[in-house]
């Protein structure tokens, strides 16, 4: 799924006051921000002098390469960023792994998370969207393990598929006594 088509099923859990979408989706790498703070001026390499300043700065500099889901927050309190006057929009999760690595952009995880916190919202969609993907993952797995079986053995998967054969797979042995 794209950026964009993501973007637009996302639009469908509401606008602030402004019009754009509360949720949206955002590339790590080309998000930036106006921020007051301290920063350090350099020449190539070369230490000029420490300032304060507002800048436009990279808004996920720790991030590289990321899908970032994001809700966007009324302007209430934020003082370091100057151009918050219409709310701003804030980081609600990072498409990554435990390990920090990279994950694909995923409709289904976006549509989880809107409807985890959003208010108008049926909660119960969310147990239907779970138990969509677990079907949708066990429909998976049985069909690799069809094309393994079929690639390995076309002897076995015939018999298994017309009847004549059982597969135990996935059930523990039992202990003879």
Same mark, same amino acid.
């Given at each position: 799924?794209?950026?964009?088509?993501?973007?637009?099923?996302?639009?469908?859990?509401?606008?602030?006051?402004?019009?754009?979408?509360?949720?949206?989706?955002?590339?790590?790498?080309?998000?930036?921000?106006?921020?007051?703070?301290?920063?350090?001026?350099?020449?190539?390499?070369?230490? #000029?002098?420490?300032?304060?300043?507002?800048?436009?700065? =990279? *808004?996920?500099?720790?991030?590289?390469?990321?899908? +970032?889901? %994001?809700?966007?927050?009324?302007?209430?309190?934020?003082?370091?960023?100057?151009?918050?006057?219409?709310g701003s929009y804030e980081c609600i999760y990072i498409f990554q792994?435990?390990?920090?690595?990279?994950?694909?952009?995923?409709?289904?995880?976006?549509?989880?998370?809107?409807?985890?916190?959003?208010?108008?919202?049926?909660?119960?969609?969310?147990?239907? #969207?779970?138990?969509?993907?677990?079907?949708?993952?066990? =429909? *998976?797995?049985?069909?690799?393990?069809?094309?393994? +079986?079929? %690639?390995?053995?076309?002897?076995?998967?015939?018999?298994?598929?017309i009847g004549e054969a059982v597969s135990f797979a996935g059930i523990?042995?039992?202990?003879e006594k």
């Amino acid at each position: 799924m794209t950026k964009e088509s993501a973007n637009k099923l996302l639009s469908s859990y509401g606008s602030n006051p402004y019009g754009k979408s509360i949720f949206r989706i955002v590339w790590s790498d080309d998000e930036y921000e106006v921020r007051k703070g301290t920063f350090e001026e350099h020449v190539g390499k070369i230490y #000029l002098r420490t300032m304060v300043a507002i800048e436009r700065v =990279k *808004k996920y500099p720790y991030l590289k390469g990321m899908w +970032i889901f %994001e809700k966007w927050f009324r302007p209430e309190g934020i003082s370091d960023l100057p151009d918050n006057v219409n709310g701003s929009y804030e980081c609600i999760y990072i498409f990554q792994d435990k390990n920090g690595s990279y994950l694909p952009l995923d409709v289904e995880i976006a549509q989880f998370i809107a409807n985890a916190i959003s208010k108008n919202v049926d909660k119960s969609k969310n147990k239907l #969207l779970i138990e969509e993907m677990l079907s949708d993952k066990e =429909k *998976k797995i049985e069909d690799e393990d069809i094309a393994l +079986i079929e %690639e390995c053995s076309p002897l076995i998967a015939t018999k298994l598929h017309i009847g004549e054969a059982v597969s135990f797979a996935g059930i523990e042995k039992m202990e003879e006594k």
